[in-house]
């Protein structure tokens, strides 16, 4: 919207605007320093604060734009329209009141989001999880209403608050998810804007900044965007035209989607069959020991030829082949007739009684190596801080009688000849753990996983859409195996290439890519999250007004 430059240039006395009515005396713009809309110097500021009856709406309809770009339905256009909310709710407001609007932009997202977390135990985790991950939403909301507020008074041209300020606003909200998905407990990285791309048109830029530098990309184009909509030139007699700012927004968006896609190199592959046995693996599913892993057998295609790598997904041989011999029978039967090696999952226990949540290779010679899971999932395998939730929820944290530790051992196993990258169910999310896998040699990615407490939900389609981020990002093909879906197999590049139907007993074999070479994303992904945010918040500290306070009048003695 054009607006004239007689509303930031001063008039002489005693004349108006030409057509403007005079509706009653002006006020000095000095008069009002922290007036709506305008700044002390007496600019217009274009980026004051909307009223409520505009920023609430703006705010829940943010939150519930942004939770349908995740599956189902996974919609990842309307992240775009999304953030254009949320930032206009949060633009320029009080503390208070954008903590508030923040909060509520991240109730509306989160509740539906996560749905799935209530499946089974009901609506008491998931309302925890959703109402206590808002929160951040509500810190994230306070930094850009006050890089708004701050920054933009001190940028000392319009192309800085056109160019500028939006890179400081996507770098505060980068470094919130980066928050979030680091504390507590190891924290929560679902949900970021990176990850409701992984079918978009910047998905390929996962490989070079990684999945937070995508969501810096798609945040600072929608604030640009925003910039461009609302900022006035302030030099007198200067246009931005509608057409001009128009341009510029497309040329934005042209050229991130002109970088090409990161070109991975590959060198041979490798037929795996993974095995998607379908049973009843679920911690309500009430099975007798042994039937989830006689569910992985008989889907085992035993017949193969040419198999180099049979995977199982998470804890489908139950538990440890080492001390219970009936279920090292059972690998054997299949090691020993399709003539490959298998990578299984199961729970163990050391000596001294400490459990593992376990990924092992199994071969004619028994057990060769393993890797123990580095992100138990918090209030799902292990409670930390027992003795306090228990007093909270006695009934829901006794359901938990085992509490799985983290492992130390290294993502990395020597399996059929290749380095394979180990990712146990929440392991996925993990940005360090993806990149260990990189730097540890690995050429292709095997996700192990059991989504069967969430079966009906978008839970196991939220986590395909990770797995596949981590593909791009790492520039390796990953063989995405669940007890009961989904199990695809995604090529460096994002692409499905192959896929077993959900909740179906079967095993898919598929020659996977062996990826070699390292993406940006894997050496400078988390520099780039800690400049990013870092940057924002020193110059959002460095814009704040300290020391100056409102000149309150005196009352004159009567």
């Avoid at 954008?98 to 991240?106: D, E, I, R, T």
């Avoid at 992100?375 to 799902?380: E, I, K, L, S």
């Avoid at 179906?504 to 993406?519: E, F, Q």
Wanted: overall charge positive; hydrophobic content about 50%.
């Amino acid at each position: 919207m054009q607006v004239p430059d007689t509303a930031t240039r001063p008039q002489p006395s005693g004349s108006t605007p030409r057509g403007r009515a005079v509706r009653g005396p002006s006020r000095p713009s000095t008069a009002a320093p922290h007036g709506r809309g305008v700044l002390p110097d007496g600019r217009r500021d274009e980026f004051a604060a909307l009223p409520l009856r505009l920023a609430f709406p703006l705010a829940v309809v943010g939150g519930l734009l942004f939770a349908l770009s995740f599956p189902e339905p996974g919609w990842w256009f309307l992240a775009y329209p999304a953030m254009a909310c949320m930032l206009l709710a949060a633009m320029g407001q009080r503390a208070r009141r954008a903590a508030w609007l923040g909060y509520v932009a991240g109730a509306a997202f989160w509740l539906p989001a996560i749905s799935w977390a209530g499946r089974y135990l009901g609506p008491v985790p998931w309302l925890a999880l959703a109402l206590f991950e808002a929160a951040y939403f509500a810190l994230g909301s306070v930094a850009i209403a006050l890089a708004y507020r701050w920054v933009a008074r001190v940028l000392p041209s319009t192309a800085w608050r056109v160019w500028g300020l939006p890179a400081v606003v996507a770098g505060l909200w980068t470094g919130r998810e980066w928050f979030s998905g680091s504390w507590p407990y190891e924290g929560f990285a679902w949900g970021r804007v990176g990850l409701s791309q992984s079918q978009g048109p910047f998905t390929h830029l996962a490989a070079y900044v990684g999945v937070l530098g995508v969501t810096f990309v798609v945040v600072y184009c929608v604030a640009v965007v925003l910039s461009l909509a609302l900022v006035v030139p302030r030099a007198p007699g200067a246009v931005l035209s509608a057409p001009v700012r128009i341009a510029a927004a497309g040329l934005l968006v042209a050229v991130v989607l002109a970088v090409p896609a990161w070109p991975t190199r590959v060198d041979g592959s490798i037929r795996v069959e993974a095995v998607q046995g379908n049973g009843p693996a679920g911690y309500f599913d009430r099975a007798q020991p042994g039937e989830v892993l006689a569910a992985q057998v008989a889907a085992t295609d035993v017949e193969a030829r040419g198999v180099d790598l049979v995977v199982w997904p998470e804890a489908a041989a139950e538990a440890d082949p080492r001390r219970f011999p009936a279920v090292a029978d059972a690998l054997d039967s299949v090691v020993d007739t399709v003539r490959a090696p298998l990578v299984a999952g199961a729970i163990t226990q050391t000596s001294s009684g400490v459990l593992h949540n376990t990924s092992f290779v199994w071969t004619v010679d028994g057990w060769q190596s393993s890797y123990d899971k580095k992100r138990p999932v918090p209030f799902g395998e292990y409670v930390p801080d027992r003795w306090f939730f228990s007093k909270l929820a006695p009934s829901l944290i006794g359901l938990l009688q085992r509490d799985y530790t983290p492992g130390t051992k290294p993502n990395v196993l020597d399996v059929a000849g290749i380095r394979a990258g180990i990712a146990v169910c929440f392991d996925i999310v993990d940005d360090g753990l993806t990149s260990d896998m990189a730097r540890g040699g690995a050429q292709v990615i095997l996700a192990q996983t059991n989504n069967a407490d969430f079966s009906g939900t978008d839970e196991n389609l939220q986590q395909l859409e990770i797995a596949r981020l981590r593909a791009v990002e790492t520039g390796r093909s990953l063989v995405n195996v669940s007890t009961v879906g989904a199990s695809q197999v995604i090529d460096p590049s994002g692409r499905t290439i192959d896929r077993i139907p959900e909740y179906t007993a079967t095993s898919m074999i598929t020659d996977v890519p062996l990826g070699t070479g390292t993406t940006p994303a894997t050496v400078a992904s988390g520099s780039v999250t800690l400049v990013v945010s870092l940057g924002a918040f020193l110059v959002l500290l460095a814009s704040a007004p300290w020391g100056r306070r409102r000149a309150r009048p005196r009352r004159r003695a009567a």
